[in-house]
Nanobody, 123 residues
Framework: QVQLVESGGGLVQAGDSLRLSCAASGRTFSNYEMGWFRQAPGKEREFVAT????????YYADSVKGRFAISRDNAKNTVYLQMNSLKPEDTAVYYC????????????????WGRGTQVTVSS
């Protein structure tokens, strides 16, 4: 089992930045690829970003490319999502997830999920 706890969400204005964190416990963190997903009210959960086990490889949804950055610190068992130039359409609950796969962008490929943290961007 891997337990994931997100933090760092909040209410910000358009153009602001936020950094989300996801702390992992349980099995060896570095064994898992990590991803961030988000779900806005009335919408399907969508892929945001993923990072490889040791961090050199990342992949982003087109909607966040150039604005968001995923990173991880395996010594701290934590994955981060730096979000810059936030837009109202980024408003959603953000979830981190762990997978045994490789740079997965399909939510069904992730086995472990956190409970999410709310990000609200006002215009």
């Amino acid at each position: 089992q891997v337990q994931l706890v997100e933090s760092g969400g909040g209410l910000v204005q358009a153009g602001d930045s936020l950094r989300l964190s996801c702390a992992a416990s349980g099995r060896t963190f570095s064994n898992y690829e990590m991803g961030w997903f988000r779900q806005a009210p009335g919408k399907e959960r969508e892929f945001v970003a993923t990072i490889s086990r040791n961090g050199p490889s990342t992949y982003y949804a087109d909607s966040v490319k150039g604005r968001f950055a995923i990173s991880r610190d395996n010594a701290k068992n934590t994955v981060y999502l730096q979000m810059n130039s936030l837009k109202p359409e980024d408003t959603a609950v953000y979830y981190c997830a762990a997978t045994s796969g490789s740079l997965e962008f399909v939510s069904g490929r992730y086995r472990y999920w956190g409970r999410g943290t709310q990000v609200t961007v006002s215009s």
